[in-house]
């Protein structure tokens, strides 16, 4: 396999990376399963949360990593007998005829999901910055008219 990005020849540096990946997907595909995530990659993952801002860090690394709707086939399940084999027969053909369809519509939703998950994300930016700016004011008129700060307490740290 030779890969070409560009111009430049990128095999040996790509290469064995696309290869590692096509693999997992093929076992994955083979198997009929969804492929598995990481420990990163599961809501437990925001137990571990030390603040607020920390906390919608890894949410919205979960939301990014998860968006997305995956097309990979699957096993169809059927009851046990002659009919219900006939039934997966037919489930299985239909799946095969109408998955283009499928693909396209999950595509559609993918970029729809991500989209949303953008929008998120620039308005927790945006919510984060007007608290930053509304701090510093806050500490320069506290500072101006000689009034001690007092400790602020998260709500996280509070329900502790």
Same mark, same amino acid.
């Given at each position: 396999?030779?890969?070409?990005? =560009?111009?430049? @020849?990128?095999?040996?540096?790509?290469?064995?990376g696309?290869? &590692?990946?096509?693999?997992?997907?093929?076992?994955?595909?083979?198997?009929? /399963?969804?492929?598995?995530?990481?420990?990163?990659?599961?809501?437990?993952?925001?137990? @571990?949360?030390?603040?607020?801002?920390?906390? @919608?860090?890894?949410?919205?690394?979960?939301i990014?990593? &998860?968006?997305?709707?995956?097309? /990979?086939?699957?096993?169809?399940?059927?009851?046990?007998?002659?009919?219900?084999?006939?039934?997966?027969?037919?489930?299985?053909?239909?799946?095969?005829?109408?998955?283009?369809?499928?693909?396209?519509?999950?595509?559609?939703?993918?970029l729809?999901?991500?989209?949303? /998950?953008? =929008?998120?994300?620039? =308005?927790?930016?945006?919510?984060?910055?007007?608290?930053? &700016?509304?701090?510093?004011?806050?500490? =320069?008129?506290?500072?101006?008219?000689?009034?001690?700060?007092?400790?602020? @307490?998260?709500?996280?740290?509070?329900?502790?």
């Amino acid at each position: 396999m030779r890969l070409w990005i =560009a111009g430049q @020849e990128r095999s040996a540096d790509l290469g064995p990376g696309i290869v &590692r990946e096509a693999r997992a997907l093929d076992a994955a595909h083979r198997s009929q /399963v969804m492929p598995s995530f990481g420990p990163d990659y599961r809501a437990e993952y925001l137990k @571990e949360s030390r603040s607020e801002s920390d906390y @919608e860090k890894r949410l919205f690394t979960l939301i990014r990593n &998860r968006y997305g709707i995956a097309s /990979v086939s699957f096993a169809i399940p059927r009851k046990p007998g002659f009919v219900w084999a006939l039934m997966g027969v037919v489930r299985r053909f239909l799946w095969k005829l109408l998955r283009y369809q499928h693909d396209r519509m999950a595509f559609q939703q993918n970029l729809i999901n991500l989209q949303t /998950v953008n =929008a998120l994300r620039w =308005a927790l930016d945006a919510k984060t910055l007007d608290i930053q &700016r509304l701090e510093e004011r806050l500490a =320069a008129l506290e500072r101006r008219n000689d009034i001690p700060a007092p400790a602020l @307490e998260t709500p996280h740290a509070a329900s502790h």
